[in-house]
């Protein structure tokens, strides 16, 4: 039976977890409003809890709405709408949540404006995820959504809901996954009959890697008619493992997301600890540098040269591509490209390898990078 985290005070990896969930928020929110004028977003928080902590900690619907504040001049100068749904089926933590969420909103004049301009509106259900996705799914593929699914246990990691929001083209979706419980009961029917995933294979690798290796398998299952990207961020807590699985087919999106994962971990931008060990292999080694182990980004850097090097990269535009595949932000890109350049190894007709998403794709800016 999955524990109640509310319970108790957050813990700090339940406030990784949130502040990953906000600081998307936050990101997602302006990119939205600042696009098609007076066009409809969605977002959905299908396990919202009671709003608060024991300690009055704000969880995820009152961290929304305060990005939706900090929104507040674009939405009203974009005419954006923006209609949001909280939900929670534990029917005392759905009372706190409403109580919650109409308390702050009579503190906050920009939220009761945007709401009377019929801007903002917003819903609170007592439901059965089981029973309400089903019912809110054309919503979700209709506008441009934001979904959250923070359950607790594995009951609603279903490949149904999966491939639903795969297929919803202008959904990005974060989705907390109790990976932990599939090294524990994975191989049990009701496991097998939610997510079917092959343990063996799973458990191949180490088990701090046990998010990512559920991951691939669900990168496998994607619908072929589908053009998602799926990231993780693993999350441990004692000796149990945790994690978010970023799901979006546009690629401003994942830009989005790899920089709030990379500003909540700098060293490896998956996870809130050192899973590769990559402070230990920072340090200089005693036996010098034939025995170095290379750190995440330093991996990175390395294929990004030897492609570059290759052809196979040969614009700005193929190495911000191959930057968000590999999990990484245009900064690490930037700075191995800039030192090739500085090294003699290629050439570009420009001050900086402008290796962003707005250079590319708002500012038409093309850059060619020529081997010497």
Not at 72 to 85: E, M, Q, S, V
Not at 147 to 157: E, M, R
Not at 356 to 368: G, M, T, W
Request: glycine share 4%; charged share 25%; aromatic share 12%.
């Amino acid at each position: 039976m999955a524990r109640n985290i509310h319970e108790q005070p957050f813990d700090e990896e339940t406030i990784t977890k949130l502040r990953i969930f906000e600081i998307y928020t936050q990101e997602w929110l302006p990119t939205m409003i600042m696009g098609k004028p007076g066009q409809t977003i969605c977002i959905f928080d299908f396990f919202a809890g009671p709003g608060y902590d024991i300690k009055g900690v704000p969880a995820s619907p009152i961290r929304i709405l305060q990005q939706i504040i900090n929104q507040y001049g674009n939405i009203l100068a974009k005419k954006t709408r923006i209609c949001i749904w909280f939900n929670e089926l534990d029917k005392q933590k759905y009372e706190q949540l409403n109580k919650a969420v109409k308390e702050f909103i009579s503190t906050s004049s920009e939220l009761q404006k945007i709401i009377k301009y019929h801007q903002l509106s917003y819903k609170i259900t007592n439901k059965d995820f089981a029973i309400l996705f089903p019912e809110v799914l054309d919503i979700i593929q209709e506008y441009p959504t934001l979904a959250i699914i923070d359950q607790n246990g594995i009951k609603f990691a279903s490949e149904e809901y999966f491939s639903a929001l795969c297929s919803a083209e202008c959904t990005d979706f974060l989705y907390y996954l109790s990976s932990s419980y599939f090294v524990r009961f994975g191989e049990e029917k009701a496991f097998q009959m939610n997510l079917k995933i092959d343990m063996e294979r799973a458990r191949a690798q180490p088990y701090k890697y046990i998010h990512e290796s559920i991951l691939q398998q669900l990168k496998e299952r994607i619908p072929f008619n589908s053009g998602v990207k799926l990231y993780p961020f693993t999350i441990k807590k004692d000796s149990n493992i945790y994690g978010i699985i970023f799901g979006a087919s546009h690629i401003r999106a994942v830009d989005k997301f790899l920089s709030t994962a990379w500003k909540l971990n700098g060293i490896n931008g998956c996870a809130n600890f050192d899973i590769d060990n990559d402070v230990e292999h920072s340090s200089p080694n005693l036996f010098g540098d034939e025995m170095h182990i290379p750190t995440k980004i330093e991996r990175f850097k390395k294929k990004l040269r030897e492609q570059i090097l290759a052809r196979v990269i040969r614009t700005n535009e193929d190495a911000f591509l191959f930057t968000m595949e590999e999990g990484h932000i245009p900064s690490h890109a930037l700075e191995e490209i800039k030192e090739m350049k500085k090294e003699g190894l290629i050439t570009y007709n420009s001050r900086s390898p402008l290796v962003n998403y707005s250079a590319i794709y708002k500012d038409h800016k093309n850059i060619n990078f020529s081997l010497k």
